[in-house]
């Protein structure tokens, strides 16, 4: 390549000679805001030539030099890199082996190298977090947020804490944050709804759960979500009603029978909005006509308990003895009619139900127990006490429990949601000792 250049310009100025011989006028050149000077002609032509070379030199070497500068500068974060994700690599390994110190002096060194590193930033507030160091964690998430205010990462993050904290007006801010820049964010609108539940915001979270509904495309979980429904209205509901807005808990109960009529705790609710409205007669019919189409023991308690503080005990006795002509084989229904005998203090009668039930069907310690106050009443100790041994014999509590047929949590009060698995519609009354854990 050097020859080549070596020739032309040997004949650069072999022509530049030629031209020399047989042009040897002279021209004048004048400075701008200066002298005019006479040249040859030759003379202009070589010192255009020579200005125009160097400045197609001054061209060149600015190029080479940015060049050079930018080849320094790209090695020069090659090694940074490389140094930064070699530390990175060192923390991630003394995370996974639980050598959290270990993993911090690494962070730290990437942090040297590179303040702003948003992954060892996260990992350092994820340590102190799950230390429960709250504030410190905060901190270092607030530093990737202001370096990247849209991470939705470090978003996630500062909610966790703010939950943490129990700071839930904070937590609820950073949700409605990350919902302006994803409204469509599942886990997101899951938290959200989880607040709302806990700051029992019932017509937010029915909102709330439409948009988790829309956005769920399995099926399976989108049915998931349609029951989880059914419960966030029966709370809508219930809300209404204890703050004495009896016309919208009316609504409300109605709606759901219309979405589920098997749903028992609206049954239960919409028969309380009844009574409330001073319609006793009404309830109770409508009561009877639930346990009708349902068959459940859950709604016999509660009709049974009307009846008796109505002072109307033989309607209930009729509607027992109904339900038993339609299901004779029913050993529940005949146990709960003798515990009714018991209670109104019937005891012939009461001795008569409990003695017609199939103990190879049915054996529960309330029998036993029932049995042996019965014999108690009639001054029949040794009997009485053969039939309370039977009763302690099986170990189980005496008095019959309610009981969720989801996860087999046991309580002796009924709610319309189960605290154990926070299912709704689940409670059983555990009359045929049946429920197991």
């Given at each position: ?61 600015i190029?080479?030099?940015k ?7 790209y ?36 942090l ?6 948003i ?11 799950n230390?429960?160091?709250y ?13 990247n ?10 909610e966790?804490?703010?939950?943490k ?8 801010n ?6 302006d ?43 998931r979500e349609?029951?989880?429904m ?10 209404s ?29 919409l ?39 109505v ?27 003798g ?6 203090e ?16 049915f ?16 001054n029949?100790m ?25 996860c ?12 154990g698995?926070?299912e709704?519609?689940?409670y ?7 429920c197991?854990?």
């Amino acid at each position: 390549m050097g020859k080549i250049a070596i020739l032309i310009f040997l004949l650069f100025l072999g022509v530049l000679g030629f031209f020399a011989v047989e042009n040897k006028d002279a021209v004048i050149m004048k400075i701008p805001f200066g002298d005019a000077y006479e040249i040859p002609k030759i003379a202009l032509v070589l010192l255009s030539s020579t200005i125009g070379a160097l400045a197609v030199l001054v061209v060149f070497f600015i190029r080479d030099t940015k060049r050079v500068i930018e080849n320094l500068q790209y090695q020069r974060r090659q090694k940074k890199e490389a140094k930064i994700q070699e530390f990175y690599s060192k923390a991630l390994n003394a995370i996974m082996g639980d050598k959290e110190e270990e993993a911090r002096e690494a962070l730290g060194e990437i942090l040297k190298e590179d303040p702003e590193y948003i992954d060892a930033l996260l990992r350092l507030g994820d340590m102190s977090l799950n230390n429960g160091k709250y504030e410190t964690a905060f901190d270092y998430y607030k530093k990737v947020k202001d370096i990247n205010p849209k991470n939705l990462q470090v978003l996630f993050s500062m909610e966790t804490v703010m939950e943490k904290m129990q700071r839930y007006n904070d937590a609820f801010n950073y949700l409605e944050e990350i919902l302006d820049l994803d409204p469509e964010n599942l886990t997101a609108l899951y938290k959200k709804r989880s607040l709302l539940e806990r700051k029992e915001m019932w017509d937010d979270l029915l909102s709330t759960q439409k948009a988790i509904i829309k956005l769920e495309h399995n099926e399976h979980d989108r049915q998931r979500e349609e029951r989880r429904m059914m419960g966030c209205k029966y709370e809508y509901a219930r809300a209404s009603l204890e703050n004495g807005d009896i016309e919208k808990a009316e609504k409300a109960f109605r709606t759901m029978l219309k979405m589920d009529g098997n749903f028992v705790p609206a049954h239960l609710g919409l028969a309380e909005v009844i009574l409330m409205k001073g319609e006793t007669e009404e309830a109770i019919n409508f009561l009877e006509k639930a346990y009708e189409q349902l068959r459940s023991i859950i709604i016999i308690a509660r009709l049974e308990d009307l009846l008796i503080n109505v002072g109307e005990p033989g309607r209930l006795i009729r509607f027992y003895k109904n339900a038993i002509a339609k299901n004779p084989q029913d050993n529940g229904l005949r146990f709960l009619l003798g515990k009714l005998y018991y209670r109104l203090e019937m005891v012939d009668d009461a001795m008569e139900m409990i003695n017609s039930i199939d103990t190879t069907v049915f054996s529960v310690p309330e029998l036993y127990s029932l049995k042996g106050e019965l014999y108690i009443k009639r001054n029949q100790m040794q009997k009485a006490l053969d039939e309370l041994k039977k009763a302690c014999g099986i170990k189980r509590p005496f008095k019959i429990q309610y009981c969720c047929s989801n996860c087999g949590f046991k309580s002796e009060d009924w709610s319309g949601r189960c605290p154990g698995c926070t299912e709704w519609n689940t409670y059983r009354l555990d009359v045929y000792g049946s429920c197991k854990a």
